[in-house]
């Protein structure tokens, strides 16, 4: 007996899954299932975190006869479960008007209502077919913790998408007034010596307009640019943009030797890494360390930057990533927001950490092109 999926193809699922993913999958487990003697009927039902209810998947063996309407119902109806059985463990149940022998193995219990295997088989099932089931309920369990955990991060990504277009907007129409002022004591300071610094006001609203189209598109996932991209060199770009600040505190910022190649939007991923770091130098103390490094994977590499500032506080840690959370004085509350949507969209993660030593530390792991 094989089961349908291995262990090492589940956690190598894409990120994009979709209902109908889930339900082939639990589809083929069934037909693994009735393929089983003496197993002539398997039913599947599980909770779909993306439709946000319990669906099912039935079938039955080669040339059995369907259930009637009336027997499904009843099925469905649970009214034969009696009580609640251990998650992956296999129970026999009795059916009402049934000659036919019921067994179920538990995948979980969500949202108040339990998710199953159930096999209706001519006769008991052996202790082997006993251990099948049980190692397909698991395996079953993987992928759709897999899904539900898929399903979080696409809510999570879309409340960002919607946090990001509105305050986009809200600012852009204020922008829009102020510029409009500003434009116009251009005009009408012509021959003043105030007409520079109105001028300066002008070009710096234009300068912000611009970095509010970037953010509006940050929200937008399609309008990922991917390329390979050498990942040293990003981070170089961003510490090169710090460093008139970097040395003015006299900061010593620690970078491997080492890179890789990541198929990212540069843009996008330097805006993670500028945010990360801008962070880094702000609390950082004069003479302060920054350790930059990564560890490359087969499939992924682990980004950590840690700093030897003040650290961060059990509360800092809860709402780091949250929209209008700052530090920073006169900080937006926005960088790291924005940042973690840019891993999100990258099929990434990012966490921060309090480092026991002193400062904070922020990790990213992004998944890299297999070599060959």
Known sequence: MTLGFSQHKLENVSNSLSSSDIKNFCQLESEQLTSQEPIFFARIVYYDSLLKN?????????????????????????????????????????????????????????????EYIQ???????????????????????????????????????QLLED?????????????????????NLCLGLKENPWQEQATIISKSIEDLDINLT??????????????????RNLVLESITHLQPLINEKNLQINLPDTSTTLKIDRLQMKQVFDNILSNAVHFSPNFGIINCSWQIFQEEV?????????????????????????????GTGLGLTIAKKIILDHQGSIWAQILAERGAQFSVILPRPRSG
């Open 54 to 114: 319990h669906q099912e998947v039935i079938n039955y063996r080669q040339h059995q006869s369907s259930f009637s309407q009336k027997i499904l119902i009843y099925l469905r109806s649970e009214a034969w479960l009696t009580d609640f059985p251990p998650v992956f463990t296999v129970k026999k149940f009795e059916l009402k008007n049934f000659s036919s022998i019921c067994y179920i193995c538990p995948i979980g219990y969500r949202n108040q209502k339990p």
């Open 302 to 330: 682990l980004i950590k930057i840690s700093d030897q500032g003040p650290g961060l506080s059990p509360e800092d840690l809860q709402k780091i990533f949250t929209p209008f959370y700052s530090r920073r004085r006169g």
């Open 163 to 183: 946090i990001l277009h509105r305050v986009g907007h809200q600012l852009r129409n204020s922008l829009g007034l102020i510029g409009l002022y500003a434009h």
């Open 119 to 157: 096999i209706i088989a001519d006769e008991s099932i052996s202790d082997n077919l006993q251990l099948y089931i049980k190692r397909s309920a698991m395996l079953l369990g993987k992928y759709i913790d897999i899904y539900l955990g898929y399903g979080r991060q696409k809510t999570e990504i």
């Open 214 to 231: 970037e953010l509006i598109d940050c929200g937008q996932s399609v309008k990922l640019r991917v390329a390979p991209q050498d990942l």
